[in-house]
Structures are given as C-alpha cells and as structure tokens.
C-alpha cells in the first residue's frame, strides 16, 4: 500500500530522514525511535505534506505530493494538538467530511458514525476548547476515519489517553486492521504498540535500523544472546545441569537466590530441553521467562548497536 | 564519552537563590534580548530616526555652504537659514516623524507580547512558578517599554550632540537649555503609553497577528481624525470651533505630539527649514493644555496596566 | 467541494462575533462622520463625504484585507491546523481559491458596511457617489486580499510587512511626484472614482485623494488593471501553494 524507495529528507544541513525503503502492507504496523529519529517527517513524507529531497514516496503506486487523489485512500491523525478550537468536535469531523467530498446528508451520518466509535457521541456538541487531551485524541482519530480511508496514519495516537481510553483505542486499531486496512502508528509506549503489532519499523537518527516481525529480528540480533529467566528454589542443581548443555553460554544467579538467567544463542532449542529437563531429570524448575523476548529490549539493542 | 547521567551532582543546587524583586527583570530581560536579535526591529529603529539623519545631512550642508563659500552673499543666506531654524521644533518633528515606525516597532515587540503566551499556555508555567501576576506584568512592559525607550532616545540624544557641538553659535543651548531633559520626558512618557496600551490589545487575544492588527487598527482609525481636524484646521482660515483644537491629539500619535509640544511649550513649525510666517490659518495647531494632556495619557496607562491585569490568568474555563 | 469550503470559510470569517468589531467600527466611524461635519459648517457634506472615503474607507479596507487574508493560509499554518486541509482529497489550488474568495467577500461587505456608515453620517449629495465608490470598493477587496494573501505564501510573518505596504506605500507613493502612483493600487481604485476630480477646489483633500492619478488614470485603466493584478496574484499564488510545502510551524508569530 505505502511504498518508500531510498526515501531522504533534509532540513538545511540536518538529515531528517535517510535513504529509507520499505513497504507497508495491510495491518498495523508501529513506527518506533527516540525523540528526533525521523518518525514526524517519515509520517509528513507519506501524507505528502513534505515531498522527499532524494527518494520516492508512493501511496498504491501514486506519488504523495500535491496529488489530491491519494486521500481518499489516506487517513491521518497528526500529532499536534491544535484545532478550531470555537467548533465543537461535531462540527469538526462533519466539516472535514465534506471537505473529502460527501453531501451534507452523508457527512452527517458518517461523522455520527465514527464519533460513536471513538465513543464521543455523547459530548461532541461541545466546544473543542473544553475538552480533554483524550477527548481530543479520539476527535483526531474520528476525523482520520470518517471518509472510511484504506490506510491511516497515526502519530502518537496514545499520548494523553487513560489507560481504559488506550485499550478502547488499541481494540479500535485492531479491528481496523481486521477489515484490510493498512495502519502504521507512531509511538514511543513500546509495551502497548507491542500489544498492538508485532510488525515494526525502527528508525534511529533517520535511518531505517530495522523492520519487520519483532520474533524475526530478534532471532537475527546475533550481538546480544537471549536471556532466559528460570526460577527455582535449588537454582544450583539446575544451573549446574544447564551449564553442561552445548547451547547454554552464560549463567547468573539473582542475589535473591529464587531463580537464575541463563543467556543462549539458540532458544529454541533451549525450550525444547527444558520439558525434557525437568520430567525426566525431575529438575525443580517452576516457571520460565524471556525479559529480553520484548519490544522495549529489541529497541534498546538495536538503537545501541 | 562519559555518560553525563553518571554525574549527578548538578541536581542538587545550594547556592544563593535571587530574592523576589527580580523576578520581573528576567522576564523582562528575555523581552529584550529576544527584541534585540530581531532583524526588522533593527531595520524599524533605524528608519525611526530617519529625521535626525536627514537634519543632520541638510544642517551639514547648509554649514558647509555658509562656511565653505567666500562670499558674503552665501553667508547672509546661511545665516538666515539657520536663524530660522527653531531648535525645540527639530525635535518636535524628529519625535512626530518616528511615529509611524514606532507603531511597527510597536507591534513587533508587543503584539504578540501575552498573545502569544496565551496561546501556548505559557502562563501555566509561568504563573506555577514563585512568579506573581505583578511580576509578570512589570517583567512584560519593562520588556516593552526599554527597548522603544532606547530606540527613541539614542537618535534624540545623538541629534542633540550634534547640533550642541556644531550650531552653538546659533543659540543651540541657549534657546532651549532644557531641551535634553523635556525630550527624555517625552519619550518616557511615549515608550510608557504605547508599551501600556499595546500590553493591554496583547492580553486580549491569543493570536500575536490579531492583536497586532488590532492595535493598528486603533492607531490608524484614531489617526484618520488628527488628519480630518488637521484639514478642518487648515481649512478655516483661523476660524474653527474650539474642539478642533483639541480633537486634533484625539489619536494615539497626536496625544504623544500634544504632549511634546505641551512640555517643549511649541506649537512646531515647518519641517526642515522651519520659521512660522504668515497668518493663523497656516501656522500649526497649538499645544494643548500640559496638565490636561499628561492626565490623559496617564489615565490611559493605568487603565491599560489595569485591563492587563484582569486579563492574565493561568487558566481559561471554557464552558 | 470548493463551494462548501467557499461557504464555511465565510461563515467563519463573518461569525457574529467578529461581525460585532466591525459593526462597532463602522459605528465609530459614523459618529466620527458626524462629528467633522458638525465642526466643519463651513465645507459641503459630500467634501467631507471625499475625504472619508478616500482616506479612512480605503485604509480601513486594506487593514480587513491584511486581517481575512492572513487567515487564508498563514493563520492555518500558524495554528497548525494546515494539515487538516492538505490531507483532504482537494487540489491545493483550489483550497486556495476557495478560501481566498471567501475572504474576498468577508473584506467586500466590511468595506460596504463602513461606505453605508460614511454616506449616512455625511448624507445629502454624497449618496449619488455611493455606486460608484462601492464598485471600486468591490474591486480594492478583490485587489489588495489577493495580493495580502500572495505575501502570506511567501513570508511567514506577513502583517507586519502587509500594514507596511498598506499604510506606508499606499499612503505615500500615489501623492509622490512623477510617475510613482502608476505602481500604487490606491491609484487605480481613485482613478475608477475619479474622486480627485470631484473636489478639485480642495487641494488638501485632493492631495490625500490622489490628485494626479484621478487624471491620468481612467476608470477602464483601474478596471483593467485591478482585474489583471487579481488574477495575476491568484494564479501565481495557486501555483506557489501547489508546489511548495506548508507544515505547521512550531513557532508562534
């Protein structure tokens, strides 16, 4: 659907965006990095806001830029906070529907539609002015989804939502990307985008560190063994029985004595063992955990390396 | 490089603390170093002065016509020019003329002075802050008020050095030995009224740009009638109503011109050459009564620093 | 799409709010009408009539123009809510026109508002003028909004350079000598109204009403021009805005 092909952006002599290729396809898709690493300007470069310095931005096979045809397939939600504050969110949505075309009368409909959806149906005659920062996110969200886009790009979607609010807004996201649509959303709560999405783009200093499924690329982090946390009241007898095993490289006790991290470069094989360890050795393991198997410590290795 | 985090000593500060009664000049402080580096404010300050430099370069000509030439002729013809030439009245006319680049200074210091704060909540910060609303307010128009005050007083000063230097001889100090001083009057109480009054437009709004064009709208409009009552007054061959007189400074610039011809005790002249020949009709109108006027512009300072006043608040309920 | 846009631009433009200031402002200038002709027994109301009209209306006219077109594009940018407009699937120029007309409108009824105050204040023979000086107000909204709004997609930070053009080149250029008022679009609103003409035993009133370009300038000379500059300055300024960018900015004017 968003096709970026060698993709550069520069802001006088700082290099906003660098050489970047990738496709986004059907589902959601969560642009990760730190303050500064590109994500606004990726996000401006595919809704044809900026046009690239060097590079193409294609949206279904059509460039972006001035090219008014692409937004009816493109939905954005930005992340600034600024509306017509004197409208109320009503009003905002139904006027940016007609702004894509609809007759009043369909405008109508479909901004009630969406306003139930994001759950403001209730308090969208007020005046924007009045509402909280959540409110506003979901007005945001609305008028991204009222022209029932193929794609629709988020930036910060989660900043300012209760925690219910963020669920409701995840679930929301989710079914979106049930029906087909394409959904890439930016943000830096990397525990919820990971509720959200395995597929991720990670960008640092604006280039494109990594992008896929986040199981795959953390198989292909070579530098950083997996760390695989087991607990046990006896962990020397079973740290003692794992150290002999050819695919174990390093093991370490937690000072409380409960359990013990063991680092390997082949965790699949080394949870195929476990099952064998402890019903045919009777090894006292009671549970198993992965602390680096996590979005967070992916994007920490990555971003270091 | 080391991590800086490793370092921890910077959060905990024991050093002195600024007593309270600064708190206004940083605010103020910024105001100014931000006016400072801005480029059309240098440009505004520099055609603010345009009269003097233009004064400076006919009086060096004429000087060096007089002086330079041997003849008799061109001396008597110098020496007329500059009897003509009523000092008090250059200085009417330099602080007349700045005032329409001084309304764009005006507006580039001011207008977006608490507009702008409104609109990015920056009173939050600032109100949250051991900073009162008087210290905010004082911070704001010190802010103002020093940067038009040096804009108006460098080229005055400079101007009256140069002429206390060059045209001595020709009754400079003489005529006028407390010219210096009344100008500085002048331009205090013309940098307090439009730092006031544009504080109060700013605080209005939460655009910079609206409230700006507000202000100019106020000057221009208000201007319109020193203009209607200056052709009235041309137009009656010394005869209009009594009003006209005092409509004429019924404008933003014309209180500030009432008031300088009020303190300098002038009426003006002709610009350049200067001399006031002829009947009533051509001459100009006359200095409005100095308690009256200094009444007026101070009522409306304080009533602008007041509106200001009610106007700051952290937080606006929006119903 | 471009009509609705037209009309709930306008509609924002002319809400009642903003209606209020400028109906309180012809107000003014009612009473300010009432009280020059009152101090001035001596002239005829339409003299009065001409120097009102051809010095407050056509100043207050391009303050409106600086203040509706600004709000064309540069107030978008600036609130940051451009990005709004620019996703909708709508060409760029036509957003442009749509808007632009809109404020050409909001700034045509003000100045029309504040042309009915004057008449009203000055009454008797100035309502015979009135036709002639509302076309050349029509034709100063479409003219100075249009240009404004070309300065705003150029320079960020417009007013301060549109009120410069407005009361700096507009006020002093037409009344330089030679052939300066030929580059002033004052001159050719004056020369539609042959205003100059009207009075011409009044020289101060002349001088402020342009003397020399009433001369020169026909009515289909301004017409022509003020036509021509129009559309010179909304098809450049579409074609600008379609091909440049406009992000919001983080910085407040």
Redesign the interface.
Known sequence: MIQLQNASRWYGQVMGVNDVTCEIGPGVTALLGMNGAGKSTLMRLITGQMQPTTGSVMVDGESVFGNPNVYRKLGYCPEIDDFYEHWSGRKFVTHLARLTGFSAAEAKSRAERVLAEVGMADRADKKIAGYSKGMRQRIKLAQAMVHDPQAILLDEPLNGLDPVGRREFINLLGDLANQGKTILVSSHILFEVEQMTRSILLLNRGRLLASGDLGVIRELIDKYPHRVRVESHEPRRVAERLVSLPFVLKVEFDPRGDALEVQTREPGKFYDFIPQLVLDENLPIEGFSSPDNNLESIFGYLVEA | MASPIADVSYRDYDGPLFAARYRWWVIAKQGILLASKKR?LQVLSFVSAWYYLAMIIVLFFVNQGGSGGNSEAGNRIMEGIMKNVVWKDQFLHGFSFAQ?PLL?VT??LGA?AIA?DN??RALLVYLSRPCTKLDYLIGKFVGIFVPIFVILAVPTVLFYGYCALSFNQYGFLRDAPWLLPQMLVVILMSAAFHAALVLAVSAMFD????A??TY??MY??TN??T???S??W???DGK??E??KH?FYGSIDGLQIGFCKAILDTRGSRPFVGGQRGAEANLPVPAPPLLAISLILLVIIAGSAFLTWRRIRAVEV?? | MTLYLFQSTLADFLRPRRLLVWTVLAVVLFVMGRTIVSLNPSSKPDAIYLLMSNIILYRIQMLAAAIFALQVIGAEVEQKTIVYLLTRPMPRPQILLARTLAAIVAVAFISLLSLLAVATACGGASWSQVPIDAAALVAGAFAYTAFFTLISLFIHKAMTICLMFAFGWETGIPNLPGNMFWVSINSYLTGITQAAKRDATNSAISAFAGGRSATEITPMIGWAAMVGFTLFCLILGGYWFNNNEYVAREDAE
């Open positions: 059309n329409l764009l507006l580039v977006g702008n609109r990015s655009q910079g740009r609206v700006g064009a100019a709208a221009f409009i319109f009638f203009v209607a009552m052709i009235t041309a137009t009656s209009a109503p009003p006209v409509l929006v119903g």
